[in-house]
């Protein structure tokens, strides 16, 4: 398992952006495929987004594809998740998470995952 450091969370009007990071200290991160999720109050945990471990791909939840994108930096042991176009319904806590092996959409697929982060959009 890895440590994982989720920040970059806040208060954002609707329409704005938020960036998220997601670091791994003092890990080797390219070993892990990545992922992030989101909860919000009363719903269960869903998938926002996943990269493979050299940021080559990347996938998407149906909600947030062409409004958010996943990015990687091995160099720095950080992933990011960089949310446009924000609206109300994105409101949740973000969790990342990240496995040495195959993952999917599924959080049960993923072994480390961070403490999550509170994104919160007002309209």
């Known amino acids: 398992q890895v440590q994982l450091v989720e920040s970059g969370g806040g208060l954002v009007q609707a329409g704005g952006s938020l960036r998220l990071s997601c670091a791994a200290p003092?890990?080797?991160?390219?070993?892990?495929?990545t992922g992030w999720f989101r909860q919000a109050p009363g719903k269960e945990r869903e998938f926002v987004g996943r990269?493979?471990?050299?940021?080559?791909?990347?996938w998407y939840a149906d909600p947030v594809k062409g409004r958010f994108t996943i990015s990687r930096d091995n160099a720095k042991n950080t992933v990011y998740l960089q949310m446009n176009s924000l609206k109300p319904e994105d409101t949740a806590v973000y969790y990342c998470?990240?496995?040495?092996?195959?993952?999917?959409?599924?959080?049960?697929?993923?072994?480390?995952w961070g403490r999550g982060t509170q994104v919160t959009v007002s309209s």
């Open positions: 998470a990240a496995s040495r092996g195959l993952v999917s959409s599924f959080a049960s697929s993923f072994s480390s």
């Open positions: 003092g890990r080797a991160f390219s070993d892990y495929n």
């Open positions: 990269i493979n471990r050299s940021g080559g791909s990347t």
